[in-house]
C-alpha cells in the first residue's frame, strides 16, 4: 500500500507541473480571464481552510487553515482590484 503522505505530495506536484503548462500555453489575449479564474480557485481554496480550521482542539492544521484563509483572501480580493483596473484600461473616456 501506497504511503498517503507520499500519493498527496505527488498529486501536489502533479498539480504543480499542470498548473505551470496550462498558464504559459495560454495567449497574452487571455490572461485577463485566467486571472478571474484563480480568484474563483482561491475561493475553494477558501472552502477548504474553513474547514480545516473548523471547531476542534487547537494543532498545527488549524493554524495553518487560519494562514491559507488570510493569504487565500487577500489574493481574491486583490486579484479584482487587479482586474478592475484592466477593465478600466479598456473604456472609452468622456471628452
Given at each position: 500500500m501506497i504511503d498517503p503522505f507520499i500519493f498527496?505530495?505527488?498529486i501536489f506536484v502533479l498539480a504543480i507541473f499542470v498548473g505551470y503548462?496550462?498558464?504559459w500555453s495560454v495567449t497574452p489575449a487571455l490572461h485577463?480571464?485566467?486571472m478571474s479564474v484563480t480568484n474563483a480557485i482561491s475561493s475553494v481554496i477558501?472552502?477548504?481552510?474553513?474547514?480545516?480550521a473548523g471547531p476542534a482542539e487547537l494543532n498545527l492544521s488549524k493554524i495553518?487553515?487560519?494562514?491559507?484563509i488570510?493569504?487565500?483572501?487577500?489574493?481574491?480580493?486583490g486579484g479584482f482590484v487587479v482586474t478592475q483596473r484592466m477593465l478600466?484600461?479598456?473604456?472609452?473616456?468622456?471628452?
Open positions: 498527496q505530495f505527488s503548462y496550462v498558464v485577463t480571464p485566467l477558501i472552502v477548504g481552510a474553513l474547514i480545516a495553518f487553515g487560519f494562514f491559507a488570510i493569504l487565500a483572501s487577500i489574493n481574491i480580493f478600466q484600461m479598456f473604456k472609452k473616456k468622456n471628452r
